[in-house]
């Protein structure tokens, strides 16, 4: 048996001295047998840790774009409700993202599809200087809104209290959103536990095919299959989810940490002044911030009312498939949902709604192409006075009442509705 060790190694056989030659070939040998022995010694990762170890990945990445879809599909066996249900079957919500940590910039595209037709968009774009929102229902031009506004727009309408929101954007985006990432890893051991035993991974290999920057591409996946079932036990495995959140040290302390820099802030900015609460309060809380916590604890796992079943028939049902390719990125997923609702006003007829999510995940380590954004054609929506909004509301209404009066979903809901 050392005999044969000796040889697999390239040692002599024989007791004779090691020479240098041999000792080089043991030195590149000895560290693939280890690795080849400990691997086998080790225990094989279930599909819920891969499937957390795909989202650590994912998200890894500083930009990303995520293409997804939303339809509905209503079953009513009701004469009377064909028409209605035939119209929500044929909606389709498109959601187009795009995230830049690098820049800390986001832009969200919505539209309305109805029988492929668009029938209403809507665009949010936000960084750390602006907020924009341009939709075809609200005018032609983009509103805008600059954080340095917030507080005098904040004193306004909260009874004169002042949040100059901008200057608490560095506590959670800070250098290399290392705030952020200790949260993600703080959580992702909860969401672990939670998913555990909710996970399968198909046998079988997928493949899934995405339109990107570079062209069309198809990748080889493994699919991994998540099974949510609206009952008691389900339930349990949020209040334990929460539960943990609450109890993680990692959690307790950058909440402590951030609610010391908040009140600094909010005495250098003048913010500390206008609100309801004083220092002392504040400090106090967060010096009793783990009995705090412990206290909400006890409130969930005792004195929370108790959960009960749903009614037979109306327990929802949600299952993912998540594609994640050989490199362990996810790439897309399908979400199926399932809700019976046998309280419903329809006779004789338990209406069924299934929900449908369809998400590609695009252009990881791309630049995102975000919109072009000119202030002189905006409405500065935080610096306009009282006559322009008053003339900005009209032309909202109007150009409202004009979007439905063209548009092919609202025409078919007021034809059904006799409008």
């Known amino acids: 048996m050392f005999t044969k060790i000796r040889v697999i190694l390239g040692l002599p056989v024989t007791g ?58 209503i ?57 924009v929102l341009q939709s075809p229902f609200l005018s032609p031009r983009p509103f805008f809104l600059s954080w340095k506004d917030f507080p005098a727009l904040t004193s306004q309408y909260l009874d004169g209290v002042q949040v100059c929101i901008a200057d608490y954007f560095p506590l959670l985006f800070d250098e290399k959103l290392s705030t952020i990432k200790k949260l993600e890893e703080a959580i992702y051991p909860a969401y672990a536990d939670f998913l555990a035993g909710k996970v399968r991974k198909n046998p079988k290999k997928t493949s899934v095919t995405l339109v990107e920057k570079k062209g069309k591409t198809t990748y080889s996946c493994r699919e991994y299959i998540v099974t949510l079932k609206n009952d008691e036990t389900l339930q349990e495995d949020y209040k334990k989810f929460f539960i943990a959140i609450l109890e993680n040290t990692t959690i307790r302390n950058l909440l402590r940490e951030k609610i010391t820099a908040i009140i600094e802030i909010a005495k250098n900015n003048g913010d500390l002044a206008t609100w309801p609460w004083t220092e002392e309060e504040i400090q106090e809380f967060a010096a009793n911030l783990d009995t705090n916590l412990d206290q909400l604890v006890e409130f969930i796992t005792g004195e929370y009312p108790q959960l009960t079943a749903p009614a037979p028939g109306s327990q929802m049902e949600v299952k993912y498939r998540i594609n994640v390719d ?59 006075p009282e006559e322009d909004w008053e003339a900005m509301i009209e032309e909202i209404k109007i150009n409202f009442f004009v979007q439905l009066y063209l548009n092919p979903l609202f025409q078919e809901l007021s034809d059904l509705l006799d409008i």
């Not at 043991?26 to 094989?44: D, E, G, N």
């Not at 029988?115 to 907020?131: F, I, P, R, V, W």
């Not at 997923?333 to 309280?343: A, L, N």
């Open 75 to 131: 079953q009513i066996e009701a004469p009377e409700a064909e028409k209605i249900q035939q119209i929500l079957n044929n909606i389709t919500l498109q959601a187009f993202q795009k995230s830049d940590e690098k820049n800390l910039r986001y832009q969200m595209d919505l539209k309305l599809l109805y029988k492929g037709q668009n029938c209403g968009s809507l665009t949010l774009y936000a960084d750390l200087e602006k907020l």
């Open 16 to 73: 004779d001295r090691i020479k240098k030659p041999f000792l080089t070939v043991a030195s590149i040998t000895l560290p693939l047998v280890m690795a080849i022995l400990f691997s086998s010694c080790q225990k094989p990762r279930t599909p819920s840790e891969e499937l957390i170890m795909a989202m650590k990945k994912t998200y890894d990445y500083k930009t990303l774009e995520v293409n997804s879809s939303l339809n509905l599909e």
């Open 326 to 384: 050989e490199s362990g990125i996810i790439r897309a997923m399908v979400m199926d949902q399932t809700m019976g609702i046998p309280e419903a006003p329809v006779a004789g007829s338990e209406p069924v709604v299934k929900v449908f999510v369809e998400t590609q995940m695009l252009n990881f380590g791309e630049e995102p192409e975000f919109m072009e954004f000119n202030p002189a054609g905006a409405f500065d929506a935080g610096r306009a």
